[in-house]
Structure formats: C-alpha cells, structure tokens
C-alpha cells in the first residue's frame, strides 16, 4: 500500500526558521535507511505558507488567495510517499523518524487510494488512460 506522510507545520516551520545541520544529518540518515529498505518513493520540505497560494473553488468561480494561513498546525511543511506492506508498517517507520521540527510536532499517516478503491466508477477506459498518465510521468522522471 501506498501512504503520504505528512510532516505537520509548527509556528517555527511556518516562521521559516531552517532546521539545523544536525538535523539535517539525522533526517538524511533516516531518508536513506527509507531508501534502502525499499519504501521511499518521494520526500520533501515546503516552503512556509507565506510563499503559497491558495485556490478556492465555488462552482465555475476561482478565487486566489495569498499566504499565509493559520492556524499552522493544520498546515504541511513537508511529506514522503512511501510504499509499505501496511499502516503498521509505516507507523512503526514514524516512530523511528528524528523529530522533524525544533519542538513538539506531529507526523500524520494518509493511505493512498489505489485503483480498486474506486470500484465500477473507474471504467476500463479510465484505467486505461490512469495507466498512460502514469507511464508518461515515469518516462520524464527518468530524463
């Protein structure tokens, strides 16, 4: 199963307060002991919200608004996306993690939905073009 691990944002990520070279050092360490036990798909920091946009969406109407946002533990400062054989798994790798923020912070689990999450709704025709937009996405990661 797939998973997206979400680093939650704290009043310092969201002040944009770097995290130190220690910190940086464990969570390489951390990232590459993902990479070798074959889980790691991606993993990445985000800027703070003052760097982001939102778009609101209300029928055919858009509307953007600049950043940032609050309350900030409800934010994201940074994900994996990791391919485990289960929940349990991916928690007991969450507990392993460094803590990723200077104080207290919270990592949150997400299951990926898969193809057969969607039953009748994704018809043959829509795998088919699921399958296409995954192989070209592939093909341009490898360029």
Partial sequence: ?????F?????????????????????????????????LLAAEGLHPSSRGVRVR???????????????????????????VDSMEEAIAWVKRCPNPMPGDSDIEIRPVFEAEDFGEALTPKLREQEDRIRAQVETRQQE
């Fill in 1 to 5: 199963m797939k998973v997206m691990v």
């Fill in 57 to 83: 969406f209300s029928g055919t109407d858009r509307a953007v608004t600049q950043g940032p946002f609050a309350p900030a533990q409800e934010l994201v400062a940074g994900y994996w996306l990791w391919q």
């Fill in 7 to 39: 680093v939650k944002a704290t009043h310092d990520s969201e002040a944009g307060i770097m995290p130190s070279e220690q910190l940086l050092t464990e969570m390489g360490q951390f990232n590459e002991e993902l990479a070798r036990a074959g889980i």
